[in-house]
């Protein structure tokens, strides 16, 4: 049986629009690079710092990376 990939939850701490990319932080001071082609929703330009997203993470070749990152009505406690 394949076991799914946990979502969590973080906000965008950084992006750089013009070269497609960003970081995600957590609430435990993880950060989790992604890139424009790993956002779901909404499009990669409309997020801004702050924003409260899920993901996942999968390792990758740079280490481990935010994948299906995605905005929406979740809240983060804290």
Known sequence: MKRHAEER?????????????????TDDGDEFYFSRDNVLHPPFEHLMPGTEVRFITEAAGDGVQAKRVSAGKHHIEG
């Open 9 to 25: 939850l973080g906000r965008i701490a950084r992006l750089d629009l013009n070269q497609g990319f960003g970081f995600i932080e």
